[in-house]
């Protein structure tokens, strides 16, 4: 089947006299008939906090939409990627991060994994083959983010896989959020995304999945889980699983918003260069449409000026646009961000203007647009005095 189809369809009941959406099952005890169903192996549940019926069939679903052979699911996307990493992680092991890796994912490798004996590396999110160079006898992960959520680089997920060989490699697959981008499909053991974002789609959950390829990885990390006490709500998980019904409706509409925005934006005299793999103008397009099948509504700008009393009043004249971190929801967003300042492996930007991340959300674009526009003319006329 289609995702079109699977998203409508997996992770429901479809059996017997029921109601379209599965109910929301809560609990912490499970009552068992029986002294041999307690005792029993590989009970399909036994704890509230390992997860109930509604915990099951989001993991269903997301594992029909990513081709995973398990699913597991942790409180926000954050976690989502730490878990992920601490699964493979232990002192004396080396981990390997895309440069361009989300920077709070950054600080836990920095704060946390390498004041406990595991080396962490980052490399130039463009390496593709040439991670190959790189690997360790102790290396026990590759983690990739595709593409970058603040500068949008690609990487090349096979050439990277191939170079692995036998070291796993884990991505961010948030951008594509599990449709756009096939990342096992494509040879990656480990697919992440927030959940918080796209899947959810309304701004108002969070959580994160972690989509393994096959049945050792995911018993690895479901492990991992366990053994840290990982749990998340059902309402949270009934969330999730009804935003993801509408998850291709929704995510063509924001390509489609993202790419007239983006085309808009890079006309503007304002604008140095626009960060959109979509584009023509995007470095790595080819690889963008080799590996996806679609874009996502994210996408950043960099302005020609660097002056933070201009960019303060661009951004405080928008009125369609919220200031605030996250993104994924219906709602359209413009954050100002400055990459330069977590970067090791690489230097990103410099010399350049403010960087400048939006969200297309879903309203109507010639309001979107002139929004921009008259926050432009505002910005431009103080400038001048």
Same mark, same amino acid.
């Given at each position: 089947?289609?995702?079109?189809?699977?998203? *409508?369809?997996?992770?429901?009941?479809?059996?017997?006299?029921?109601?379209?959406?599965?109910?929301?099952?809560?609990?912490?005890?499970?009552?068992?008939?029986?002294?041999?169903?307690?005792?029993?192996?590989?009970?399909?549940?036994?704890? =509230?906090?390992?997860?109930?019926?509604?915990?099951?069939?989001?993991?269903?679903?997301?594992?029909?939409?990513?081709?995973?052979?398990?699913?597991?699911?942790? %409180?926000?996307?954050?976690?989502?990627?730490?878990?992920?990493?601490?699964?493979?992680?232990?002192?004396?092991?080396?981990?390997?991060?895309?440069?361009?890796?989300?920077?709070?994912?950054?600080?836990?490798?920095?704060?946390?994994?390498?004041?406990?004996?595991?080396?962490?590396?980052?490399?130039?999110?463009?390496?593709?083959?040439?991670?190959?160079?790189?690997?360790?006898?102790?290396?026990?992960?590759?983690?990739?983010?595709? %593409?970058?959520?603040?500068?949008?680089?690609?990487?090349?997920? %096979?050439?990277?896989?191939?170079?692995?060989?036998?070291?796993?490699?884990?991505?961010?697959?948030?951008?594509?959020?599990?449709?756009?981008?096939?990342?096992?499909?494509?040879?990656?053991?480990?697919?992440?995304?927030?959940?918080?974002?796209?899947?959810?789609?309304?701004?108002?959950?969070?959580?994160?999945?972690?989509?393994?390829?096959?049945?050792?990885?995911?018993?690895?990390?479901?492990?991992?889980?366990?053994?840290? =006490?990982?749990?998340?709500?059902?309402?949270?998980?009934?969330?999730?699983?009804?935003?993801?019904?509408?998850?291709?409706?929704?995510?063509?509409?924001?390509?489609?918003?993202?790419?007239?925005?983006?085309?808009?934006?890079?006309?503007?005299?304002?604008?140095?260069?626009?960060?959109?793999?979509?584009?023509?103008?995007?470095?790595?397009?080819?690889?963008?449409?080799?590996?996806?099948?679609?874009?996502?509504?994210?996408?950043?700008?960099?302005?020609?000026?660097?002056?933070?009393?201009?960019?303060?009043?661009?951004?405080?004249?928008?009125?369609?646009?919220?200031?605030?971190?996250?993104?994924?929801?219906?709602?359209?967003? *413009?954050?100002?961000?400055?990459?330069?300042?977590?970067?090791?492996?690489?230097?990103? =930007?410099?010399?350049?203007?403010?960087?400048?991340?939006?969200?297309?959300?879903?309203?109507?674009?010639?309001?979107?647009?002139?929004?921009?526009?008259?926050?432009?003319?505002?910005?431009?006329?103080?400038?001048?005095?």
């Amino acid at each position: 089947m289609k995702d079109e189809t699977k998203l *409508c369809h997996n992770g429901r009941p479809h059996d017997g006299l029921r109601m379209v959406n599965p109910p929301v099952e809560r609990g912490s005890t499970v009552m068992f008939p029986d002294y041999d169903s307690f005792r029993a192996r590989n009970k399909p549940k036994y704890y =509230g906090r390992h997860g109930t019926d509604t915990h099951t069939a989001l993991k269903d679903a997301i594992a029909s939409l990513e081709g995973a052979a398990g699913v597991t699911l942790t %409180p926000s996307g954050l976690s989502a990627v730490n878990l992920a990493i601490l699964s493979f992680a232990k002192p004396g092991t080396d981990i390997l991060i895309t440069d361009s890796t989300y920077d709070p994912v950054r600080s836990f490798a920095d704060q946390y994994l390498a004041k406990r004996g595991v080396s962490v590396r980052y490399y130039d999110p463009l390496i593709g083959s040439g991670i190959k160079e790189l690997i360790r006898p102790e290396t026990a992960l590759i983690h990739t983010e595709s %593409p970058g959520s603040l500068t949008f680089e690609l990487q090349d997920i %096979p050439a990277i896989v191939e170079a692995a060989g036998e070291i796993p490699v884990s991505i961010d697959n948030t951008w594509g959020a599990g449709h756009y981008l096939k990342p096992l499909a494509l040879g990656a053991a480990i697919s992440i995304q927030s959940a918080t974002k796209y899947l959810g789609g309304h701004s108002d959950v969070f959580m994160g999945t972690i989509a393994s390829r096959d049945e050792k990885t995911a018993h690895r990390i479901f492990k991992t889980a366990q053994l840290l =006490g990982n749990a998340t709500s059902p309402d949270d998980a009934y969330q999730v699983l009804r935003g993801m019904r509408t998850l291709h409706t929704r995510l063509a509409e924001h390509e489609a918003q993202g790419i007239a925005l983006a085309q808009w934006l890079e006309e503007r005299p304002e604008v140095a260069r626009v960060l959109h793999p979509a584009l023509e103008s995007h470095p790595q397009r080819a690889l963008w449409k080799r590996d996806f099948t679609g874009a996502s509504g994210l996408f950043s700008v960099v302005l020609k000026s660097a002056d933070e009393t201009y960019v303060r009043t661009f951004i405080d004249s928008l009125h369609l646009y919220g200031l605030g971190y996250s993104w994924g929801g219906f709602e359209s967003l *413009c954050l100002p961000a400055w990459p330069a300042f977590s970067r090791s492996a690489t230097v990103w =930007g410099e010399g350049e203007g403010q960087l400048l991340r939006f969200h297309a959300g879903l309203e109507a674009i010639e309001d979107l647009t002139q929004d921009l526009d008259q926050a432009f003319e505002r910005a431009n006329r103080e400038a001048k005095g």
